[in-house]
């Protein structure tokens, strides 16, 4: 059973959610492994998964078309479906046409969660929000969000909208904590700030797409061994026992999927998560 997290005191998602970054190509298109993505996505579903992430780039939009082919038998209302439109597609009208390029893509009339993928400094957020407040006054989107926002476009961003902003999407895991590939100060400030106004965090690389070097890491193997976790467990487990806390690792295989999932399952003795707590950079 993977745990829920409540934001905002309305909307419940699971700690635990699927990936899909590189299912279905990186900026284009690739229908090669259609297949074995598939199948990792049903299987999840399977498996208790709900909450799904994609992207309108993703592939050039066939990741999109993957998840929407494979949730297609389920029942819609109980999935969590996340997209997000392109920084480079931040005007109104741009918007609005790549969420009803990703409504086709998905084969699906709503969007659960829709993130404004990055920050654009050359297209006023007030634009963006604008096309952000009508789609969520027709419903065609239920929670919006963002991805990659410092804590200054954040409140940007809160000054353009009465409606709750339900999650910043950042790179965060056991070893980058305050300096990314697109954010700095991840725990002294993005974190922090997020907390304090009831926005949840998505970690993303939460693993660090199995990087060795989280692996190898002399701590994470050593308290890994204590509760029968591999390193790459524990790191999630860690992640995901904070506050307003949600993961969203890439899973392509049953074994892969079944691992995340158990890693949840543990709790670790406090001086264990202390311990976890004093890595990282």
Not at 118 to 144: C, G, H, Q
Not at 194 to 220: F, N, Y
Not at 233 to 246: D, E, R, V, Y
Not at 258 to 263: F, G, L, S, T, Y
């Amino acid at each position: 059973m993977i745990p829920d997290i409540t934001i905002h005191n309305t909307a419940k998602f699971p700690k635990l959610g699927l990936g899909t970054w590189e299912m279905g190509g990186r900026s284009k298109p690739d229908y090669s492994r259609d297949n074995l993505w598939l199948k990792a996505i049903t299987f999840a579903l399977e498996s208790g998964i709900r909450h799904i992430d994609t992207a309108a780039i993703y592939g050039g939009g066939h990741s999109e078309e993957l998840v929407g082919k494979a949730i297609r038998p389920y029942d819609r209302s109980r999935l969590l479906i996340t997209t997000k439109v392109s920084g480079d597609k931040l005007r109104y009208d741009e918007v609005l046409r790549s969420v009803a390029q990703s409504l086709q893509n998905l084969s699906t009339d709503y969007i659960d969660l829709l993130l404004i993928h990055w920050p654009n400094p050359a297209v006023p957020l007030s634009e963006t929000m604008k096309a952000f407040n009508r789609l969520l006054d027709e419903k065609t989107i239920l929670y919006f969000g963002l991805s990659n926002f410092p804590v200054s476009l954040i409140r940007e961003v809160m000054q353009l909208t009465d409606r709750p902003i339900l999650t910043n999407q950042i790179e965060y895991n056991v070893f980058t904590r305050n300096k990314g590939s697109y954010n700095t100060g991840m725990e002294r400030e993005i974190i922090p700030f997020c907390h304090e106004h009831g926005i949840s965090i998505t970690a993303w690389r939460p693993v660090m797409k199995g990087d060795a070097t989280l692996a190898g890491q002399a701590t994470l193997a050593a308290v890994g061994e204590k509760y029968g976790l591999s390193s790459f467990q524990l790191a999630l487990n860690w992640l995901c026992s904070k506050p307003l806390m949600m993961a969203i690792p890439k899973m392509s295989s049953e074994q892969h999927i079944r691992e995340n999932i158990e890693a949840l399952s543990v709790k670790l003795d406090p001086e264990d998560y202390t311990l976890l707590e004093r890595m990282g950079n």
